[in-house]
């Protein structure tokens, strides 16, 4: 582990104080806020589906505030800075582009998904229904390491840098993280993900915004735009990049940054296409949005969240790199490996440009991005061994109380492992950076067959069970064979170089699909119809069903619980009838709908992936453009205001979408508060009568 004195600008107790204070406090306020929910609205967190599911209704802002604050882990803020601070401003946009493509490809998903199976809670639900209990069995384990791996790096990232500014103890730091977190998603279930996501995301966007006008009008340090692309040209001469045109670090043609590039992609889809949750709940927002509205709100999300580690990777890495010689920085000299692994070049740059308060602002953001991420990573996982795990392999008729009772049990032992495996990490000397790199080595390889189970009928289950072992093996194999042949050694140093994990993690992820698809295309499946997979959760479908035939006041009037109405309603429904119910099919409207959505998302997607991926980068690499002081202030300018236009997404749309239910909440609150003194005043006069 490090040293990292160098940056603690914050006592102890300051360490603490946020850890346990701002968690707490978020628990209290999602208290509040499920109260409310309760009270003066037809969603009761109290039933499996809204805790789960959020009742399938959540609007495309929120879905895409949610996109953002779950895909803005440590990582997110950390590694795009480490990065920058080793390869320039390349790195930022190879590290955003690298991770938007898995969120446009999920807006094709999210309809697909809608197409085939409308009432899943987990993705793993459908390779349930299509191939049995083994495949079932083996992909949820691939889900649950996808998990576990985010979670730890999560904790990894925060409790670096909380260790960093504060010098809190690293493994006292894992463990009490998670604790507020899991206590608000306790209470306010795949909703209060939401709901915090927003409240996380639009911190977030103030600190960004703070961190940039400081930096390039305020900053005495950088002196403007003129004096920051001084500053990176001096240090292009003194520590030239390795790769990069001209060792400079104000150019897109990087070596090292693009095979970056490569391994943030194929890993990012694993950690997409794998994560029930969020870094990270992907499937789980694609399954909790209405269905005319998750392309809008994937779309949304992934051009949103590019400019989160694109903006602030141009702040805070290349203030690093232009202060690494300053006396005010923390680290004399530049960060070493070991400082550079642990991704400390962002903390690094705030304390050299902003001191204390800087690193108070710094500890706040990277706290909000862990706990907003793990609270997804938490009701994910419970999901999967609550639904995955313990409904079909151990209790298939349990009731709808049972399923939130284990909901919860879940979510706490989760927050335990997490902290566990994020401590032997840390104890074992793998860093945030190796296991960055690495991960999609592990779980890339069943990216293909899970994709093919959704979009392609023929796949049969011995294509996606081979395609996914074969392709974790083949993956092994490249990154030590790679690490071997390049480096003459294997070692945690050596594995955790470029070369190898990109081997790795290509190896994976091609072998994997190229297994599944030949299999698949020998001896295809011709007689699956998809049936199987619309007849997922028949209870939640015929729910629907006759809740769309109530009038709107019999849907929010009586006494009973939510708990108790769930009950009642699904034990009206035989659910033996229902799985033979041959009208199983989608509408003819709404499959319509979903037809031309996802003619819609498939059609821009591929648009933005070609504008990400090649319109931008690849002509910049191939001529080997140096920026120009012009060229450099209008790539910032440009960073800046996209950022606005992320922070109109994610920030003012949610409210604007919800402002009914806004308006419904305090009518009801105002209601309450001067009808209740009213009936108080009426029987105070009745008594004196």
């Known amino acids: 582990m490090s040293s990292t004195t160098g940056a603690e600008v914050l006592t102890q107790g300051t360490g603490y104080g946020v850890v346990l204070g701002i968690g707490f406090v978020f628990a209290i306020i999602m208290m509040g806020l499920s109260t409310l929910q309760n009270r003066y609205t037809t969603y009761k967190i109290a039933t499996s589906e809204e805790f789960n599911t959020a009742s399938r209704s959540v609007k495309p802002g929120l879905i895409a505030s949610g996109i953002v604050s779950a895909w803005t882990w440590a990582a997110t803020l950390l590694q795009s800075s480490t990065v920058t601070y080793e390869y320039g401003i390349c790195a930022g946009y190879y590290y955003a582009a690298g991770a938007t493509i898995q969120i446009f490809v999920m807006a094709i998903l999210a309809v697909r998904v809608k197409q085939i199976a409308p009432y899943c809670h987990t993705f793993l639900e459908i390779v349930h229904a299509r191939y049995g209990n083994t495949a079932h069995f083996m992909f949820a384990t691939f889900g649950l390491v996808v998990n576990l791996i985010v979670s730890s790096m999560l904790l990894l990232g925060g409790s670096a840098v909380v260790n960093a500014f504060t010098g809190m103890n690293i493994y006292a730091a894992n463990f009490l993280i998670p604790l507020g977190v899991c206590i608000y998603v306790i209470l306010g279930g795949l909703r209060a993900t939401f709901l915090c996501d927003y409240s996380h995301t639009l911190i977030l966007m103030i600190l960004i915004f703070y961190f940039f006008f400081w930096t390039y009008t305020k900053a005495d340090l950088i002196g403007g735009f003129e004096g920051m692309y001084s500053l990176l040209q001096q240090a292009s001469i003194e520590r030239p990049v390795a790769g990069n045109q001209d060792g400079s670090y104000l150019t897109l043609k990087s070596n090292y940054g693009l095979t970056f590039m490569i391994i943030q992609i194929t890993g990012g889809f694993g950690t997409v296409m794998l994560d029930q949750a969020r870094y990270l709940g992907y499937w789980q927002r694609a399954i909790a949005s209405e269905a005319k509205t998750a392309v809008r709100a994937y779309l949304m999300g992934g051009i949103a969240w590019f400019a989160v580690p694109l903006t602030f990777s141009s702040i805070m890495g290349l203030a690093a790199v232009a202060l690494a010689n300053n006396p005010s920085f923390p680290y004399p000299g530049g960060l070493t490996a070991a400082e550079i692994n642990a991704g400390l070049a962002a903390p690094a740059g705030v304390v050299a440009l902003l001191g204390s308060g800087g690193a108070a602002a710094m500890l706040i953001l990277l706290f909000m991005a ?184 019999a849907s929010g009037s009586g006494s009973n619980s939510p708990a108790e109405k769930e009950k009642q309603e699904s034990a009206m429904v035989d659910v033996a009838s229902v799985k033979d119910d041959i009208t199983i099919d989608v509408p003819a409207e709404e499959y319509a709908e979903l037809q031309k959505s996802l003619k819609v998302a498939t059609w821009a997607s591929l648009t933005l992936i070609f504008i990400v991926l090649f319109l931008i980068p690849i002509p910049m690499f191939l001529s080997h453009y140096v920026f120009s002081l012009n060229f450099f202030r209008g790539w910032i300018i440009i960073c800046v205001m996209w950022l606005f236009v992320a922070a109109g997404i994610t920030s003012i749309l949610p409210l604007w979408e919800s402002r009914a239910a806004i308006k419904d909440i305090f009518l009801g609150m105002v209601r309450d508060i001067f009808g209740g003194q009213a009936r108080k005043g009426a029987i105070a006069g009745s008594n004196t009568a």
């Open 370 to 553: 862990v706990t907003s991420a793990a609270s997804s990573e938490m009701i994910a996982t419970s999901s999967i061994l609550t639904f995955d795990l313990y409904q079909i392999h151990f209790n298939p008729d349990a009731s709808p109380e049972s399923l939130i009772r284990v909901s919860h049990i879940m979510v706490a032992v989760w927050a335990l492992v997490m902290s566990c495996v994020a401590s032997l990490w840390i104890g074992i000397g793998v860093s945030l950076n190796w296991l960055f790199l690495f991960s999609g080595t592990l779980f890339t390889g069943a990216v293909g067959p899970v994709i093919f189970s959704v979009v392609w009928r023929q796949q049969t289950k011995e294509a996606a069970i081979s395609g996914a072992l074969g392709g974790v093996v083949v993956g092994i194999i490249a990154w030590l064979a790679v690490a071997k042949t390049y480096y003459g050694e294997l070692t945690i140093a050596t594995t955790g170089l470029m070369y190898p994990n990109l081997a790795g993690n290509l190896g994976a992820c091609c072998s994997g699909a190229i297994i599944s698809a030949v299999i698949t295309l020998i001896k295809p499946d011709n007689e699956f119809d998809w049936s199987a997979t619309k007849r997922i959760n028949p209870r939640a479908r015929e729910m629907d069903r006759k809740q769309a035939t109530l009038p709107d006041s």
